[in-house]
């Protein structure tokens, strides 16, 4: 006991306040991560992998569907990749996931066939093997939204975009909205019916060309086919024209049907998925405009 008291005797008595503070800090930095991790919020969206049989074939699907209450009325925007693309890299590609951590919508992204969809005729492993994606897509649409409870949308980009042409001349009512970013139909398809559509192209596709006469691998013109599709839904003559950056939006509503056209025009960016900037509104931004009826500005 005496060599204990002589000990305490030595300590200096600075060096005793300066342990108790740091043991506070310590506590009190200990407590306030326990009370940070308790008070984590819920994950802003989930993912899901399904499955279903369509044809004899197993066929995928990623949903993307936003946390919390409420999601269940959220509208639905099926979405088909380019050629080539898995889904997780079109998950990746066309900025609309953050329309699910808003709460906005629920995105489905079905797989294809060999990364492809047989849109009649185009493309890769999918058509080669006559895949019956209309059939997929009908059943996938029963699946995710039985009875047609709510709003669902359809979007397609290249590949996925003539796919998304292909169900608008077969099925036109299964969908309340299209869109199709840089693709035509495939010939044999004709949209007759009026159908609520979004057209996205540039000036400067080499696939899809822009005008006719313009080089492009893909028929008809950009500028031929929207004067076909606003003939089937008899739109007015005058459009409402919006220029943002490199982007031109016209836009016709009241089709025979109250449908509604839009034809978005970027001025270069040849046949990629058109990012936006700083001044020009994403193709995600004028997608989700037009399928949820909203205006851009």
């Not at 600075?14 to 991560?33: D, E, H, K, S």
């Not at 949903?63 to 959220?74: F, M, R, V």
């Not at 590949?159 to 970013?181: K, S």
Request: proline fraction near 7%; hydrophobic fraction near 35%; charge should be neutral.
């Amino acid at each position: 006991m005496r060599g204990l008291d002589r000990l305490v005797r030595l300590v200096n008595p600075v060096t005793v306040l300066i342990a108790v503070g740091i043991l506070i800090v310590t506590v009190a930095c200990t407590n306030g991560a326990s009370a940070s991790k308790e008070t984590t919020s819920a994950p802003k969206e989930t993912t899901s992998s399904h499955e279903i049989k369509v044809g004899g074939l197993a066929r995928s699907w990623e949903q993307l569907s936003p946390g919390g209450a409420g999601s269940d009325a959220s509208p639905i925007i099926v979405v088909l990749s380019g050629r080539n693309a898995t889904t997780s890299q079109e998950i990746s590609r066309d900025g609309l996931v953050p329309l699910v951590s808003a709460g906005s919508a629920e995105l489905v992204y079905p797989a294809g066939i060999g990364k492809s969809w047989n849109a009649g005729g185009c493309c890769g492993k999918a058509a080669q093997e006559h895949v019956n994606d209309v059939a997929f897509l009908k059943a996938l649409v029963e699946m995710v939204d039985p009875g047609h409870s709510r709003p669902i949308y359809l979007s397609g980009y290249s590949n996925g975009g003539r796919m998304a042409y292909r169900m608008a001349c077969t099925d036109p009512r299964l969908f309340d909205a299209m869109a199709v970013v840089k693709a035509m139909p495939d010939p044999g398809c004709s949209v007759i019916q009026p159908v609520n559509f979004l057209q996205i192209d540039s000036t400067d596709d080499p696939r899809v060309p822009y005008r006719p006469g313009d080089p492009g691998l893909e028929s008809p013109a950009a500028t031929t086919e929207v004067a076909r599709l606003r003939s089937a839904d008899g739109t007015p003559q005058q459009a409402r024209v919006v220029s943002r950056g490199s982007l031109q939006l016209q836009t016709w509503s009241n089709g025979k049907q109250g449908t509604r056209l839009a034809f978005a025009i970027y001025n270069g960016g040849r046949h990629s998925w058109p990012e936006g900037d700083a001044t020009t509104p994403s193709a995600a931004d004028v997608v989700w405009n037009f399928l949820s009826g909203a205006t851009l500005r």
